[in-house]
């Protein structure tokens, strides 16, 4: 089995920064690209930001300019520093992770519980 777990949710203020984390542990080979999705209250789970095991980023155009993706490929783990955060950055994020179990099998999406980050004042 793989496990995702997601860390650094809270209640910030507009303006305010955080930093989420998600490390992936269990039976795994290898991570090809991880990312963050994030699902406000009566919407879509909409994607934020990816990267690849070369650390190539994808990012949302809502957030362009204020979060950074990067990674830890000896840990495992994805982080997401959010600066300048708004009140639509609240959401439950999740973390996403493209896994390989062994070196003969296919890849396979497993995904976190989410971590909720709250940006009011």
């Known amino acids: 089995q793989v496990q995702l777990v997601e860390s650094g949710g809270n209640l910030v203020q507009p303006g305010g920064s955080l930093r989420l984390s998600c490390a992936a542990s269990?039976?795994?080979?290898?991570?090809?690209?991880m990312g963050w999705y994030r699902q406000a209250p009566g919407k879509e789970r909409e994607l934020v930001a990816t990267i690849t095991s070369g650390s190539n980023t994808n990012y949302a155009d809502s957030v362009k300019g204020r979060f950074t993706i990067s990674r830890d490929n000896v840990k495992n783990t994805v982080y997401l520093q959010m600066n300048s955060l708004k009140p639509e950055d609240t959401a439950v994020y999740y973390c996403?992770?493209?896994?390989?179990?062994?070196?003969?099998?296919?890849?396979?999406?497993?995904w976190g519980k989410g971590t909720l980050v709250t940006v009011s004042s």
């Open positions: 269990g039976s795994i080979f290898s991570i090809g690209a």
């Open positions: 996403n992770a493209n896994v390989r179990r062994t070196s003969w099998s296919g890849t396979m999406d497993y």
